[in-house]
């Protein structure tokens, strides 16, 4: 126990990098504030190495806590946008590519309900597509496919 506050340096050292670890493998950035505390560990042992502040508990955690505040105040907003960055990018589905008959008429203006895997589809074209013709689902959104007539 002695060996880890004559070494107070190299123990913030440790614990700094062990929490910046544990955020960025374990917890994906999910929780902006390990990082915080993780840099602020990793400061300090640097400032005690360089004899910044005096290797005592009382001033390691003081600094720790000090610079914590002072990083998430001023890298709070960054992180928190990349947190919230989103790809728009269409949604995949196996749906799409299905090939089918059409029961009734749709195109532009007209939906029509197709039954599938027991759910109600609306059936919606950019073009005018009889009953009874081949069509293959070409997107699928919340309750809706979107249909083109199949190229023979």
């Known amino acids: 126990m002695n060996w ?4 107070m340096a190299e123990t913030l050292f440790i614990v700094g990098l062990l929490l910046l670890i544990v ?3 374990v917890l994906s950035f999910s929780t902006i504030i390990l990082f915080m505390i993780g840099a602020s560990f990793i400061l300090t042992s640097i400032f005690v190495f360089m004899g910044l502040v005096e290797p005592s508990i009382l001033n390691a955690l003081f600094s720790v806590a000090i610079l914590t505040v002072l990083l998430s105040i001023t890298l709070w907003k960054t992180f928190k946008n990349l947190q919230n960055q989103q790809e728009d990018k ?3 589905s196996d749906l799409v590519g299905l090939v089918f008959i059409l029961s009734d008429d749709v195109g532009p203006g007209k ?3 197709h039954q599938y895997s027991g759910i109600q589809w ?4 950019n073009e005018d597509i009889p009953a009874k013709t081949k069509v ?4 699928v959104d919340v309750g809706t496919w979107t249909v083109k007539m199949l190229q023979s």
């Open 4 to 7: 880890l506050f004559a070494n």
């Open 23 to 25: 955020e960025v493998t």
């Open 90 to 92: 269409p949604v995949t």
């Open 111 to 113: 939906v029509v309900q």
């Open 122 to 125: 609306q059936l919606v074209a």
């Open 136 to 139: 293959v689902v070409t997107q």
